[in-house]
Protein backbone atom coordinates (compact mmCIF):
# COMPACT_ATOMS: atom_id res chain seq x y z
CA UNK A 1 0.00 0.00 0.00
CA UNK A 2 2.59 2.19 -0.76
CA UNK A 3 1.50 5.02 -1.49
CA UNK A 4 -1.20 7.42 -0.76
CA UNK A 5 -1.84 10.54 -3.01
CA UNK A 6 -0.92 14.05 -1.47
CA UNK A 7 -4.97 14.57 -1.16
CA UNK A 8 -5.18 11.28 0.80
CA UNK A 9 -2.20 12.26 2.65
CA UNK A 10 -3.42 15.62 3.47
CA UNK A 11 -6.28 14.17 4.75
CA UNK A 12 -5.07 11.70 7.19
CA UNK A 13 -1.81 13.35 8.03
CA UNK A 14 -1.86 16.55 10.46
CA UNK A 15 -1.30 19.66 9.19
CA UNK A 16 2.72 19.97 10.20
CA UNK A 17 2.83 15.79 9.63
CA UNK A 18 2.14 17.16 5.97
CA UNK A 19 4.05 20.30 5.87
CA UNK A 20 7.02 18.56 6.91
CA UNK A 21 7.04 14.67 4.95
CA UNK A 22 5.85 16.36 1.45
CA UNK A 23 6.98 20.04 2.18
CA UNK A 24 10.60 19.52 2.95
CA UNK A 25 9.49 21.41 6.35
CA UNK A 26 10.87 21.75 10.02
CA UNK A 27 8.70 21.70 12.89
CA UNK A 28 9.83 23.89 16.05
CA UNK A 29 12.57 22.64 17.50
CA UNK A 30 12.08 21.45 21.77
CA UNK A 31 8.15 21.55 21.26
CA UNK A 32 7.37 18.36 19.71
CA UNK A 33 6.43 14.97 20.45
CA UNK A 34 9.91 12.79 20.46
CA UNK A 35 12.75 15.22 20.75
CA UNK A 36 13.07 14.06 24.58
CA UNK A 37 11.58 10.48 24.04
CA UNK A 38 13.62 8.04 26.48
CA UNK A 39 11.26 4.77 26.47
CA UNK A 40 12.77 1.85 23.99
CA UNK A 41 11.22 1.63 20.65
CA UNK A 42 11.26 1.86 17.31
CA UNK A 43 10.69 5.00 15.31
CA UNK A 44 8.43 4.46 11.93
CA UNK A 45 7.56 6.38 8.79
CA UNK A 46 4.58 8.06 9.66
CA UNK A 47 3.15 7.14 5.94
CA UNK A 48 4.03 3.78 5.65
CA UNK A 49 5.07 2.35 8.73
CA UNK A 50 8.21 1.24 7.89
CA UNK A 51 11.05 0.92 10.81
CA UNK A 52 13.61 3.35 10.14
CA UNK A 53 15.45 4.06 13.63
CA UNK A 54 15.80 2.29 17.36
CA UNK A 55 15.93 4.32 20.66
CA UNK A 56 18.99 2.47 21.15
CA UNK A 57 20.77 4.55 18.41
CA UNK A 58 19.33 7.63 19.90
CA UNK A 59 21.19 10.47 21.69
CA UNK A 60 20.66 14.01 23.10
CA UNK A 61 22.55 16.21 20.68
CA UNK A 62 20.85 19.43 22.34
CA UNK A 63 19.47 20.40 19.15
CA UNK A 64 15.65 20.35 19.79
CA UNK A 65 14.75 17.27 17.69
CA UNK A 66 15.46 13.60 17.86
CA UNK A 67 18.76 12.62 16.95
CA UNK A 68 20.07 9.13 15.64
CA UNK A 69 23.51 7.60 15.16
CA UNK A 70 22.32 5.79 12.85
CA UNK A 71 19.38 4.03 10.97
CA UNK A 72 17.76 1.04 11.71
CA UNK A 73 18.94 -0.24 7.91
CA UNK A 74 20.57 2.24 5.39
CA UNK A 75 18.71 0.97 3.05
CA UNK A 76 15.32 2.58 3.81
CA UNK A 77 16.69 6.18 3.51
CA UNK A 78 17.83 8.31 0.68
CA UNK A 79 20.05 11.19 0.67
CA UNK A 80 20.67 14.19 -0.79
CA UNK A 81 22.21 17.41 -1.39
CA UNK A 82 20.26 19.70 0.03
CA UNK A 83 21.20 23.10 -0.57
CA UNK A 84 18.30 25.53 0.96
CA UNK A 85 17.89 28.29 3.28
CA UNK A 86 21.78 29.17 2.26
CA UNK A 87 23.22 26.24 3.69
CA UNK A 88 25.14 22.90 2.37
CA UNK A 89 23.56 20.30 4.00
CA UNK A 90 22.59 16.43 3.27
CA UNK A 91 18.94 15.82 3.45
CA UNK A 92 17.32 12.70 4.69
CA UNK A 93 14.30 11.21 2.85
CA UNK A 94 11.80 7.19 3.26
CA UNK A 95 12.58 5.49 0.16
CA UNK A 96 9.48 4.14 -0.14
CA UNK A 97 7.44 6.73 0.52
CA UNK A 98 9.81 9.43 -0.33
CA UNK A 99 8.94 11.53 2.87
CA UNK A 100 10.99 14.35 3.89
CA UNK A 101 12.77 13.27 7.77
CA UNK A 102 15.46 15.52 7.79
CA UNK A 103 19.20 15.96 7.49
CA UNK A 104 22.25 13.96 8.33
CA UNK A 105 24.93 15.74 9.94
CA UNK A 106 28.81 14.57 10.39
CA UNK A 107 28.90 16.01 14.48
CA UNK A 108 27.53 13.19 16.20
CA UNK A 109 29.33 11.01 18.86
CA UNK A 110 32.25 9.37 17.79
CA UNK A 111 32.00 6.35 19.36
CA UNK A 112 28.98 5.59 17.77
CA UNK A 113 29.99 6.47 14.15
CA UNK A 114 30.42 10.14 13.90
CA UNK A 115 26.82 10.99 12.37
CA UNK A 116 23.65 13.06 13.73
CA UNK A 117 20.58 12.29 11.85
CA UNK A 118 18.36 14.70 13.09
CA UNK A 119 14.76 13.72 12.50
CA UNK A 120 11.64 15.51 12.90
CA UNK A 121 8.95 13.99 15.12
CA UNK A 122 6.59 14.86 12.58
CA UNK A 123 7.99 12.22 10.47
CA UNK A 124 7.49 9.51 12.70
CA UNK A 125 5.49 7.37 15.13
CA UNK A 126 6.44 5.53 18.12
CA UNK A 127 6.31 2.71 18.92
CA UNK A 128 7.14 1.52 22.30
CA UNK A 129 8.52 -1.76 23.35
CA UNK A 130 6.27 -2.78 25.20
CA UNK A 131 3.56 -2.53 22.05
CA UNK A 132 6.05 -3.59 19.32
CA UNK A 133 4.79 -7.28 19.43
CA UNK A 134 1.22 -6.35 19.29
CA UNK A 135 1.42 -3.80 16.34
CA UNK A 136 4.07 -5.91 14.02
CA UNK A 137 6.96 -5.03 14.68
CA UNK A 138 8.06 -8.50 17.56
CA UNK A 139 10.89 -9.11 14.78
CA UNK A 140 12.86 -5.84 16.12
CA UNK A 141 12.64 -6.95 19.87
CA UNK A 142 15.96 -8.15 19.82
CA UNK A 143 17.49 -5.38 19.78
CA UNK A 144 16.04 -4.41 23.09
CA UNK A 145 17.76 -7.85 24.87
Request: one cysteine or more; a negative charge.
Amino acid sequence: MCCPSKQELKEKLTPMQFHVTQNNGTEPPFSNPYWNETRDGIYVDIITKEPLFSSRDKFDAGCGWPSFSRPLNRETLNEAEDRSHNMRRTEVRAKMSDAHLGHVFDDGPREQGGLRYCINSAALRFIPKEDMEKEGYGEWLPLFE
